[in-house]
């Protein structure tokens, strides 16, 4: 049958199998899972009941019930309000981890395997620079030079993940480098920049997908604990880490639902990523495998 005239309902169906059988059961569960939180995420001014900064100190520790369903805080904020607003902070950084760490690893990547010789080992005495510094002492002096931030933990998470993803993108390419069709091309006089783009890139894209998606767990536990030091996010913005850290008072008065709460989205939501990504390549596909 021509492939315009199959449903698109048949097409999902296809899709959907094929996604089953490649992460099985409990992978689809993880994938339902991260869908929910990135929908509640985007639809948390109508999903919260409260405001993220609502709160009133008359209502302070209230336990879980009717108008609140996850209790209140020291501050008297609704628990699952700032759950909800605080996934955006938590998603966002580790996004723009994985985003700019695959950009500039994988820009390295192939501009080692493309050239090699002096570029491949310049470029290689870098990434061996930058596996020296552990990514928390990296973004540990960035906030030290620059200020506590979002924005400053994550780029510079970022580029302490670089030498895992490069190194990993680099043997792939170079493994696609070296086979025929692409000395062919080279014979065609195609430029070494097309080549690489329209068929290197698309080749090893797979590659490259795995790894943003495993290092998403990686990169949301290591700004968790930035937020958690009071190196990340800043109160009183909503943040996953953050609330864990502030709940650490309350949950030493006997009130742990901000605490939990934090911390159970933390590792749910690293988990399900943890997960795929293991399903789809493993650690090795993020380069976490020395």
């Given at each position: 049958m021509p492939q315009s005239l199959v449903k698109p309902s048949s097409r999902i169906s296809v899709v959907a199998g094929r996604a089953h059988r490649r992460l099985g059961t409990l992978g689809m569960v993880c994938v339902t899972i991260i869908?929910?939180?990135v929908l509640t995420t985007l639809l948390a001014p109508l999903i919260a009941p409260y405001g993220p900064y609502e709160g009133s100190v008359a209502d302070r520790h209230l336990a879980p019930g009717v108008n609140h369903l996850l209790g209140t805080d020291?501050?008297?904020r609704d628990v699952l309000s700032r759950v909800i607003w605080g996934a955006r902070s938590s998603l966002l950084g580790p996004l723009i981890v994985i985003v700019v760490t695959a950009v500039l690893?994988?820009?390295i990547a192939l501009t080692a395997a493309?050239?090699?010789g002096r570029v491949d080992s310049f470029l290689g005495r870098v990434l061996d620079v930058l596996f020296a510094f552990p990514n928390i002492l990296l973004a540990i002096l960035a906030i030290a030079i620059f200020g506590p931030s979002?924005?400053?933990a994550s780029l510079a998470l970022a580029i302490g993940y670089v030498p895992y993803s490069a190194r990993v993108i680099r043997s792939v390419a170079?493994?696609?480098r070296n086979l025929p069709y692409i000395a062919a091309a080279r014979m065609q006089g195609i430029y070494g920049f097309v080549i690489t783009v329209r068929h290197i890139l698309p080749n090893v894209w797979p590659q490259i997908l795995t790894g943003m998606t495993i290092n998403f767990g990686y990169a949301m536990i290591e700004?968790?604990?930035?937020?958690f030091l009071g190196l990340g996010v800043q109160p009183p913005n909503a943040d996953w880490g953050l609330m864990v850290s502030s709940g650490q008072s309350s949950l030493l008065q006997g009130y742990p639902e901000q605490s939990v709460a934090a911390g159970?989205?933390?590792v749910v939501t690293v988990a399900a990523f943890g997960y795929i990504g293991e399903r789809l390549g493993g650690r090795r596909a993020a380069g976490r495998v020395r």
């Open positions: 869908a929910v939180i020291q501050s008297g690893a994988t820009a493309w050239y090699g979002l924005l400053t170079l493994r696609e700004l968790a604990a930035l937020s159970l989205a933390i």
